[in-house]
């Protein structure tokens, strides 16, 4: 499962934008990867006023991070799809300029990686894996 760790310096994001970032995040990967919607996690954080620094200065300027924890074994074209498509969503929802959005994805092996109990499957085999959850944990998943 994908973990997207959103993280601002500089602004506040209202309630209706994380939910939008949340949604161009998880439709981003599922559009670019074919991973099922319900692997995408997204988590919120922001730095304090005074505790974000560039060159060693102080940042006054409104930015937006993510750091994207996802499973090797996809390719670089594909990935930098990922990272534009959630790039100008992301800008466009902040209302700030795509300079000021920067995205990270860092690949782990799948056998590194255990989420709902098991060890993820490569990418591709999700519909196999996806078998082995419970119907009680199915049914609590968005579709």
């Known amino acids: 499962m994908p973990t997207y760790t959103v993280t601002v310096a500089n602004l506040s994001l209202s309630p209706q934008q994380k939910s939008q970032i949340a949604e161009a995040i998880t439709a981003a990967h599922n559009a670019q ?15 304090n006023q005074g505790d974000h620094f560039v060159g060693g200065r102080a940042n006054t300027a409104p930015q937006v991070y993510v750091h994207g924890l996802v499973r090797e074994g996809r390719s670089i074209e594909i990935k930098q799809g ?22 990270y994805l860092q ?37």
């Open 107 to 143: 690949d782990i092996p799948a056998t590194q990686m255990i989420e709902f109990g098991r060890f993820l499957p490569a990418p591709g085999e999700e519909a196999e894996w996806e078998k082995g959850i419970s119907p009680e944990k199915r049914a609590s998943l968005p579709k």
């Open 82 to 103: 990922l990272m534009s498509q959630m790039l100008e969503e992301i800008a466009h929802i902040v209302e700030i300029t795509a300079e000021d959005v920067w995205i």
């Open 33 to 47: 990867t074919g991973a099922p919607r319900f692997f995408a996690q997204v988590l919120f954080s922001a730095a």
